[in-house]
Nanobody, 125 residues
């Protein structure tokens, strides 16, 4: 059974930090790039960051560049998202996603094959 399990969400004040974790199982981790997507109330789901399985390339959407850092631990089949300098606009449900690729723009996001259930991040002003 494929599983992507997110953890680490919560409530934090603006300017604070959170570290999200994603634990993957049930598929060959090395075959997939892993990404983080988010969805805020009333908004479309958007890609936040991804890390390539092939060359370690890391992509960030413009609004989080310089604040968020993605990393992976292949020995643990896990991916992390360190989020610093959080803003109220970062409030959303964050999802871990297994992607067929993570590449340089203009099309960084591969096909989204597997999704986690999400973890809530709330940033208060």
């Amino acid at each position: 059974e494929v599983q992507l399990v997110e953890s680490g969400g919560g409530l934090v004040q603006a300017g604070g930090s959170l570290r999200l974790s994603c634990a993957a199982s049930g598929f060959t981790f090395d075959d997939y790039s892993i990404g983080w997507f988010r969805q805020a109330p009333g908004k479309e789901r958007e890609g936040v960051s991804c890390i390539s399985a092939s060359d370690g390339y890391k992509h960030y959407t413009d609004s989080v560049k310089g604040r968020f850092t993605i990393s992976s631990d292949n020995a643990k089949n896990s991916v992390y998202l360190q989020m610093n300098s959080l803003e109220p606009e970062d409030t959303a449900v964050y999802y871990c996603v297994a992607l067929t690729f993570c590449e340089r723009p203009p099309r960084p996001w591969g096909r989204r094959d597997y999704w986690g259930l999400g973890t809530q991040v709330t940033v208060s002003s």
